[in-house]
């Protein structure tokens, strides 16, 4: 997957977004990378982590060799697809993030996230969506996809006959665009109390956002 867009990253928070991008923004694995390469025993969210020593780690990650590559693909098949997305916020303008899941049969097939930037939850929402739709096209040609989200503002602006926010400018035209190209999408709204498994990933997305300088 190419880099997805981002506003506002701090540079210690955007070059973590590279390593993400690196790892197809799958987040356990580039986070443990990040961890793995830290000295002594503190890790990317260790609070005694300094950003000197992220910084130093994140270089070391993307001066090496990029992780093994298998195709990535799942084959285009009958199967069906569940993607769970989400968006966070912290103050509803300031570190965003974005998660995404993948599900088929049932199974967690592909956890991501990443840092969105300096941005609004609805914004996050937008990038979330974006997020998911790219890592699809990129592993399958699915028969049916099931979008799981609980924002109002974006299902009423992708599905429906709502206005949206300016804010998804970056993002709208190629979610229209990736939905065009599945054979078959619906989706269903989340209330609060539903379990969304892309909302922890949206979290550390924030995380990262957060980070700096």
Do not use: Q
């Amino acid at each position: 997957m190419d880099r997805l867009p981002t506003k506002g990253l701090s540079p210690l928070a955007s070059r973590v977004d590279d390593v993400l991008a690196r790892y197809g923004y799958e987040i356990g694995p580039a986070i443990e990378a990040i961890d793995d390469a830290v000295t002594g025993y503190g890790g990317l969210f260790d609070p005694g982590t300094s950003d000197g020593e992220i910084r130093t780690a994140v270089e070391a990650v993307l001066a090496a060799d990029p992780p093994a590559e298998g195709d990535g693909s799942w084959g285009s098949d009958d199967r069906s697809v569940v993607l769970y997305v989400d968006g966070s916020s912290r103050g509803n303008r300031g570190p965003a993030g974005a998660g995404a899941v993948l599900r088929t049969d049932g199974e967690s097939a592909v956890r991501l996230g990443r840092p969105v930037g300096r941005a609004g939850n609805n914004t996050a929402e937008y990038a979330a969506l974006h997020l998911g739709l790219e890592a699809l096209a990129a592993r399958c040609d699915p028969a049916a996809v099931e979008v799981r989200i609980d924002s109002r503002t974006v299902t009423d602006d992708v599905w429906g006959s709502g206005d949206g926010v300016d804010s998804a400018a970056p993002y709208r035209p190629a979610i229209r665009d990736r939905l065009a190209a599945l054979s078959a999408c619906d989706w269903t709204h989340l209330a609060d109390s539903d379990p969304n498994p892309a909302d922890a990933r949206a979290a550390v997305g924030a995380d990262i956002a957060a980070l700096g300088p």
